[in-house]
């Protein structure tokens, strides 16, 4: 019923598309053709309506983040060398090669369809036919060093003993199975030199009872180090792949291209610590990191391309596609950059079986695939998505997902919470969605929505502290939405704005002022002063509205005090997020109105939202959606 409201709304106002375009037009940044501040079709100043004056500059003396590109910036591969140290080796961690001894050494360079093997180690069996190497070992601390170059080799390592694995400008194919294969259960530390190409073949003619799961495999661990270049292509499945965990460290520079698999899978942990990653996956439903645990990122730049639509899951029973990162446990991110973009319908950035956290670094993410449907069935493009808990207390982070019905920005099953960090969504539904609670209690956010809500919680929604612009589309959609359900606010810098609003809660300790029916165009400068003329909230309107309702809130706003709402006001010095400045000064501009704020939440020429709400105080408000 809201969606047909809405689309009959929009049918009766086309004057208004402009302003919410989808990702093919320039959206955010479309100019009515007005110069009169009201949008064509509106009723101006006359009526109930109040209409801002257009207009208003701002001179900030410091810049958070900016929404200029936030419709507009790309991802795209980037295999350019990384400036990056380790801060420290951890001493008694056995995942670090410094803290092995490697004093023995096999040495294979390949030349053409021959391969020659140097050095002889007591337990260690080499078997040489044409390029192919097979290595059985028991020895402890040695070292395989590989060179040259086969357009029809392979190496193959039996091990009971970790073992290192020193790649030097090596190019290898093997027609029909993995270049490398380690058939060993032991730590392998993979350390790069120069250039090395892997290139596996469409078919694999594999041993009964082995896995061989991709071009690079390993049943053990692979620890990447060393200063050189990976290049991986995998033609049969998957790319680099440990049965058990991968761990890649700084200097190194390694791209990864499959048609058939994932880009890199494992089973217990994939953790990037540094160095430069690109990912390009085409296959259907494949994944750029697949992991069945925990993902993390702590440093380096990875960059990830899907391209692959969805499709049946039979063992599973549902429809699955394409993400940049799945993990089947927690995805946390602390440092480094992460670019992430998928295309394919129904396609995911990150997706997390249980929770996600993101506390430094930072994280872009494209998706842009349409909804893909099986039967009854969907999968829908979402920027992150948390099966669990979702938690954001620092970084960088930037998500666009305009794909259409169902393309959500950042969503949790569960709890959502965001702390810290600048966190920029535009997406044609929900910016951000909770499905139990979602808590603000720092940081700096902006939610546009083209189609829906911009914050949405299914559960309480409750905002603490930080900075916040929610940018929901026309009637019936709001820029906060907790449908019936508390909706405290007890601190932060805040400004929703959409058709409607859910109403703050009278267990509210900050006061809020819903203004009603309200017609604004796009990159008004408005403010919120108090009785003194101090700047509360000031703020550069990011659409254009007629008959909005704005949701407003502020330090300072107290429930006896009494606020002016400012149009077209010039606001200088202070912080500014994505037009949003609580700490500089405001002047010129024309008052709009002054409010007295008789109740914990007073609203001025509004008389219900379509966000609902529970405690819509007396004498103002209404009693939302029902």
Not at 47 to 58: A, V
Not at 108 to 123: E, L
Not at 144 to 154: F, K
Not at 334 to 346: A, M, P, Q, R
């Amino acid at each position: 019923m809201k969606r047909f409201v809405y689309l009959l709304w929009l049918a009766v106002s086309l004057s208004f598309a402009a302003a919410c375009s989808s990702e093919s037009g320039s959206g955010l940044y479309d100019e009515p053709d007005s110069s009169t501040g009201v949008v064509p079709g509106g009723s101006g100043s006359s009526g109930s309506t109040t209409s801002f004056k257009s207009g208003g500059s701002s001179s900030p003396a410091t810049v958070l983040a900016s929404n200029a590109t936030l419709t507009t910036f790309d991802v795209a591969l980037n295999t350019s060398p990384l400036s990056e140290t380790e801060s420290s080796i951890p001493a008694d961690d056995e995942d670090y090669i410094e803290n092995s001894e490697f004093t023995s050494t096999i040495s294979i360079v390949y030349s053409g369809s021959s391969a020659t093997v140097t050095g002889s180690v007591s337990g260690v069996e080499v078997t040489v036919n044409g390029a192919d190497v097979l290595v059985n070992s028991t020895a402890k601390k040695v070292e395989y060093a590989l060179s040259g170059s086969s357009s029809d080799g392979r190496f193959k390592l039996y091990s009971e003993k970790k073992f290192k694995l020193s790649l030097n400008s090596l190019n290898l194919t093997n027609n029909d199975g993995a270049p490398i294969n380690i058939q060993s259960g032991k730590r392998a530390f993979v350390v790069l030199s120069g250039t090395n190409t892997l290139k596996d073949g469409s078919s694999y003619n594999t041993t009964d009872g082995e896995d061989e799961k991709g071009c690079l495999f390993s049943e053990g661990e692979l620890l990447f180090s060393g200063n050189g270049t990976l290049n991986v292509t995998g033609n049969y499945k998957h790319g680099i792949v440990s049965d058990d965990y991968i761990l890649l460290r700084p200097g190194n520079i390694i791209n990864v291209t499959t048609s058939k698999g994932h880009g890199l899978k494992a089973n217990d942990a994939v953790t990037i610590a540094g160095g430069v990653l690109n990912v390009s996956v085409s296959g259907t439903a494949k994944k750029g990191i697949s992991c069945d645990s925990i993902v993390v990122v702590k440093g380096g730049r990875t960059t990830i391309l899907t391209s692959g639509g969805g499709e049946w899951d039979s063992e599973e029973n549902d429809v699955t596609a394409s993400a940049g990162i799945k993990a089947d446990d927690n995805f946390d991110m602390s440092g480094g950059e992460l670019y992430i973009k998928s295309t394919g319908s129904g396609g995911k950035g990150i997706s997390s079986d249980i929770d996600v956290n993101i506390s430094g670094g930072t994280l872009k993410v494209i998706t842009i695939g349409a909804q893909y449907k099986y039967g009854s069935y969907d999968a829908k493009a979402k920027g992150i998505k948390a099966d669990g808990n979702l938690t954001i207390s620092g970084g960088d982070v930037w998500v666009r997902a305009s794909g259409g019905e169902g393309s959500e920005g950042i969503e949790s099953k569960k709890v959502m919470t965001i702390s810290g960090g600048n966190v920029l969504v535009y997406t044609y539904d929900d910016a951000f969605n909770a499905k139990s609670a979602l808590n603000i209690t720092g940081g700096n956010l902006y939610a546009y929505s083209t189609n829906n809500d911009a914050i949405d919680s299914n559960g309480s929604l409750t905002i603490s502290g930080g900075n916040v612009i929610a940018s929901g589309t026309f009637a019936p959609e709001d820029g906060f939405d907790c449908d019936q359900n508390t909706f405290n606010i007890t601190g932060g810098v805040l400004i929703g704005m959409g058709g409607g609003t859910s109403t703050p809660s009278n267990t509210s300790t900050q006061a809020s002022l819903i203004f009603g029916q309200a017609t604004i165009i796009q990159n008004t400068y408005i403010a919120i002063t108090n009785a003194s003329g101090k700047n509360l909230l000031s703020v550069k309107l990011p659409r254009s509205y007629s008959g909005a309702t704005l949701l407003i809130s502020a330090p300072g706003m107290t429930k006896g005090s009494s606020v002016t709402v400012k149009s077209g006001v010039t606001v200088k010095g202070g912080t500014d997020f994505c037009g949003l400045n609580s700490t500089g000064t405001v002047s010129d501009g024309s008052d709009v109105a002054t409010i007295s704020l008789s109740s914990i939440v007073t609203s001025h020429n509004y008389s219900g939202g379509m966000g609902g709400g529970p405690g819509v105080p007396p004498g103002g408000g209404g009693p939302g959606r029902p």
